[in-house]
Nanobody, 116 residues
Framework: QVQLVESGGDLVQAGGSLRLSCAASGNQVSINIMGWYRQGPGQQRELVATITSSGFANYADSVKGRFTISGDNAKKSVYLQMNSLKPEDTAVYYC??????????WGQGTQVTVSS
């Protein structure tokens, strides 16, 4: 009933920037926390950043100072501004939603490729 629609993945050169977007659609959604995870080639899926409905953000150490997560409760959306991109940021980026009644949803993923 709930879908997470992602966009913004692209091919970019090292040092460049991208902005990922994820919007919850379908039925009415009550958001507790939204975030971004990523899975690089041959790697485990890992947390990138999360943000609560009240605006509290958390980041993986590897992206602190380069990435910024933000949310829009009215639009039921979350964004990830990625600056100073590195080749090791290359991954499929997945949006994740946990509702206020603890239901979990994943997006389909969007490919980010950073060339050196």
């Amino acid at each position: 009933q709930v879908q997470l629609v992602e966009s913004g993945g692209d091919l970019v050169q090292a040092g460049g920037s991208l902005r990922l977007s994820c919007a919850a659609s379908g039925n009415q959604v009550s958001i507790n926390i939204m975030g971004w995870y990523r899975q690089g080639p041959g790697q485990q899926r890992e947390l990138v950043a999360t943000i609560t409905s009240s605006g509290f953000a958390n980041y993986a150490d590897s992206v602190k100072g380069r990435f910024t997560i933000s949310g829009d409760n009215a639009k039921k959306s979350v964004y990830l501004q990625m600056n100073s991109l590195k080749p090791e940021d290359t991954a499929v980026y997945y949006c994740r939603l946990i509702t206020s009644n603890f239901r979990l949803y994943w997006g389909q993923g969007t490919q980010v490729t950073v060339s050196s």
